[in-house]
């Protein structure tokens, strides 16, 4: 991983492809890489540094072609450096290379193949495992590109998503895909590919997304398209909408505080229309896979799975029935226990998350066929893999770490309580219409918690020069207290933990000094006495308070204890509402702290591999 764009024409499209990098910048990369077919001989330029810096490079060399490909990687084998970076080359040794490739995903039996491969010969100049692929297309080339890539990938366990040309056919690439995401662009007298759309918005409007097992082969003129068992396909082609302003920053300083103060017309956006609840929000035959289930389990990883967390609390609050949320990664390498009346809810920001997939595709093998997805993205494998969906509205998020698409998931996820709810009769007229008369009002009280920017503001400054922190919240806000410690870690660097207020004394206490800052999430609800309790248990140590408190809650700022004044409290939906002030204080603190807000280290945006 991460991001791949290639292409063939008529004309020079280099540019085009640098311009597809540029846009995939978002999901994160530690280097990059182009190359061409250029006077009969295979070019490439490598950089561990930024797309732009690439860009000059390649200007420099006069890199330019009418077949080339191009490469974001973020560094799974091997470290991010220069030889590691795609594409990569094969060729006979003494011989000028023949074959280019790029590659998301991961080889699992690389090592195995690798080993075969330098007993013929092979020279590996990388530590990645996409060099053996490479190595591997050019042992099995005989004349024939797409015949080589079918014998290759036939070989690969793993993930892959790939992109090859070769020196030997000069206006053709062959491309395949199975676990990661591979969309082509169709133009006139030129085709394109790569594994985000938005890479190819401008250029083309018209796409085709690969399914799982596709190879295709794309030359300036025309694309065909063959299956798993190597039978011809058409898969149906959609409209792609122009390059969006949505992804331009704007007045902003980064585009992780463009997308915070998105979040009142994403969540809008994300709600528009509904004017009442109905499973039919869902998809067709939701009313009917709703009546048959009498459990949930939600699948999800990192920010994804804090909202299935937050939503637990929903759904047995207002559902009652029972609800699991599990880490997908963990899920499907465990023995559980399956149960055909469960309704597995899937959430996901960009639809391709590895572990999502797989975690879904393995719950249906055990027969829970009713399956659900809350997507932000229409086209994606997991839209398609389940039956039934509800897409958010949060738009493109191009900051890493995530924002306005977790709040347009709790949004979609408190729907899907109220549909359930519906549907098992634990739904009133009147209480629906309450229900949704909150979720209306959600965009202007997330916007009166913008407007406590300069205060939180304020805070980031003496959080700064921490090392550490603790968040506490109890009940459906502890979820939203890990939402808060991850964002912290992640853009930062400040090693962050949440707990339950009432586990302090289970082991957190012993961190409590004044050196350590403690983050409370202090809703107005029944749990606010004992939530007082806990805090009196941090002063008495001599921590060092720093309280999210509701208007009405009564917790007054004094020596040690700081106190931000939210908008009163909002029943069921205040972790929203508490999760848009803790997303601030993590950015003013990583912007004070001088960290690559949008890009940090070591992180990508869209986890394509396990």
């Keep these: 991983m991460c991001g791949i764009v290639g292409g063939v024409s008529t004309r020079n499209i280099v540019p085009v492809l640098i311009e597809g990098l540029q846009r995939l910048e978002y999901r994160g990369y ?109 042992d099995f080339y005989d004349t024939d590109l797409l015949d080589a890539v079918k014998q290759a990938v036939g070989k690969l366990k793993g993930a892959y998503a790939i992109a090859v040309f070769c020196r030997n056919e000069p206006h053709r ?23 985000d759309a938005l890479a190819l918005a401008g250029a083309v409007d018209q796409i085709v997304y690969l399914e799982d097992g596709d190879i295709a082969d794309l030359q300036s003129s025309q694309v065909w398209l063959i299956d798993r068992q190597g039978q011809a396909v058409e898969r149906d082609s959609q409209r792609l909408a122009a390059h969006s302003a949505a992804v331009e920053l704007g007045p902003y300083r980064h585009f992780m505080q463009k997308e915070i103060f998105e979040q009142p017309r994403a969540v809008s956006d994300t ?29 999800a990883c990192g920010t994804s799975y804090y909202a299935g967390m937050t939503a637990k609390y929903w759904m047995e609050s207002l559902v009652k029935i029972p609800v699991t949320v599990e880490i997908a990664s963990e899920y499907r390498y465990r023995d559980s226990v399956p149960d055909a009346k469960t309704l597995v809810v899937t959430i996901t920001q960009s639809g391709e998350t590895a572990d999502t997939l797989a975690a879904v595709k393995h719950a249906q093998s055990l027969g829970m066929t009713h399956t659900l997805t809350i997507c932000n993205v229409a086209s994606s494998a997991m839209a398609r893999a389940c039956a039934l969906r509800f897409i958010t509205r949060a738009g493109v998020e191009v900051g890493v770490a995530s924002t306005k698409a977790f709040t347009t998931q709790l949004a979609g996820l408190f729907l899907l309580t109220l549909a359930l709810a519906q549907t098992k009769q634990q739904l009133t007229e009147s209480q629906e219409k309450d229900h949704l008369q909150a979720l209306r009002h959600i965009p202007a009280a997330i916007s009166a918690v913008l407007a406590l920017e300069p205060q939180i503001m ?123 002030a803790l997303q601030l204080l993590a950015y003013h603190t990583a912007c004070r702290r001088g960290t690559d807000v949008d890009k940090p280290r070591n992180l990508a945006k869209s986890v394509t591999v396990e």
């Design 271 to 299: 709600l528009d229309d509904i004017t009442s609840v109905t499973p039919e929000l869902f998809g067709d035959g939701a009313y009917k896979a709703f009546q048959e289930i009498d459990r949930v389990l939600i699948l």
């Design 30 to 138: 530690d280097s990059c890489g182009v190359a061409v077919l250029q006077d009969g001989a295979l070019r490439r330029a490598r950089s561990t540094k930024r797309v732009q810096e690439l860009a000059t490079q390649v200007q420099q060399e006069q890199l330019q072609g009418f077949t080339a490909i191009a490469h974001t990687r973020w560094a799974t084998h091997g470290a991010p450096e220069t030889q590691n970076a795609h594409p990569h080359f094969s060729g006979r040794a003494h011989q000028a290379p023949s074959i280019a490739l790029v590659h998301n995903g991961i080889i699992e039996n690389y090592e195995e193949l690798r080993a075969q491969l330098i007993t013929k010969g092979y020279v590996f100049e990388s530590q990645t495992d996409t060099e053996v692929i490479a190595h591997l297309i050019h």
């Design 173 to 195: 690439i062959v491309a395949a895909r199975d676990g990661s995401p591979l969309v082509l662009g169709l133009g006139k007298d030129e085709n394109f590919l790569a594994s």
């Design 458 to 580: 304020a805070w980031a400054d003496r959080f700064a020069t921490r090392e550490n922190a603790l968040y506490l919240g109890r009940g459906m806000h502890y979820p939203i207290a890990l939402e808060g410690a991850l964002k912290m870690k992640e853009i930062s660097y400040i090693h962050a933990e949440a707990y339950p207020a009432g586990e302090l004394k289970h082991g957190p206490l012993a961190l409590v000094t004044e050196q350590m800052p403690v983050i409370t999430i202090a809703p107005n609800d029944q749990l606010l006495e004992k939530l007082k309790s806990n805090m009196q248990e941090v002063r008495a140590r001599g921590g060092e308070l720093y309280v999210f408190a509701d208007s009405d809650t009564e917790i007054k700022a004094s020596d040690g204890v700081h106190v931000i004044r939210m908008p009163e409290h909002y029943g069921l939906l205040s972790p929203i509402l508490h999760t848009i």
